[in-house]
T-cell receptor, first 113, second 115 residues
Framework: AQSVTQLDSQVPVFEEAPVELRCNYSSSVSVYLFWYVQYPNQGLQLLLKYLSGSTLVESINGFEAEFNKSQTSFHLRKPSVHISDTAEYFCAVAVGYTDKLIFGTGTRLQVFP | DVKVTQSSRYLVKRTGEKVFLECVQDMDHENMFWYRQDPGLGLRLIYFSYDVKMKEKGDIPEGYSVSREKKERFSLILESASTNQTSMYLC??????????????FGPGTRLTVL
């Protein structure tokens, strides 16, 4: 069965510092991985996804994540965060070959000035 | 732009009431989902529908039912609301690409309080 572990429930960081949000998954079949972001008082929106091809995927606002099969990880990174990146971030893995997702418990990123 | 709307942002109900949460999407998506979001637990799937009148139980279906009579609308029903159903409810939709799972698009959520 698939599962997702987000090891950090909260990550405080100063503006312009680098950040890494960790995500580990378990899956016995082909792996499809997602990061979603939830800004305060909003629904979730897709940040980036890995379906196939290059193991490094990027978002339009400077985040990137690398699919690492040997370490079963899909960590999210940004070299320099902004106040507006303050949000909750959810890692998710597809359930087998279905359209369903299993979500991690979320990491709250708080960026301080 | 894909739009998923939910009928209420905030809802307060009494224990034992029947509660309807409505979700509408405008992108002709086959798949629709209902999740509940609780602090420290992330998102948990309640029910999933992959076509009109078709539904599948998620991880926590107890105490809930769903209805999908039209492609664009997916309703979550709490037959007899209880205090442990106080939560944020999120609806999502996605297209059904048989090769790979598609992006799920989420509504803004309904915060339900059961007193």
């Amino acid at each position: 069965a698939q599962s997702v572990t987000q090891l950090d429930s909260q990550v405080p960081v100063f503006e312009e510092a680098p950040v890494e949000l960790r995500c580990n998954y378990s899956s016995s079949v082909s792996v499809y991985l997602f990061w979603y972001v939830q800004y305060p008082n909003q629904g979730l929106q897709l940040l980036l996804k890995y379906l196939s091809g290059s193991t490094l995927v990027e978002s339009i606002n400077g985040f990137e994540a690398e699919f690492n099969k040997s370490q079963t990880s899909f960590h999210l990174r940004k070299p320099s965060v902004h106040i507006s990146d303050t949000a909750e971030y959810f890692c998710a893995v597809a359930v087998g070959y279905t359209d369903k997702l299993i979500f991690g418990t979320g990491t709250r990123l708080q960026v301080f000035p | 732009d894909v739009k998923v709307t939910q009928s209420s942002r905030y809802l307060v109900k009494r224990t034992g009431e029947k509660v309807f949460l409505e979700c509408v999407q405008d992108m002709d998506h086959e798949n629709m989902f209902w999740y509940r979001q609780d602090p420290g637990l992330g998102l948990r799937l309640i029910y999933f529908s992959y076509d009109v009148k078709m539904k599948e139980k998620g991880d926590i279906p107890e105490g809930y039912s769903v209805s999908r009579e039209k492609k664009e609308r997916f309703s979550l029903i709490l037959e007899s609301a209880s205090t442990n159903q106080t939560s944020m409810y999120l609806c999502a939709s996605s297209s059904r690409d048989r090769a790979q799972p598609d992006t799920q698009y989420f509504g803004p959520g309904t915060r339900l309080t059961v007193l």
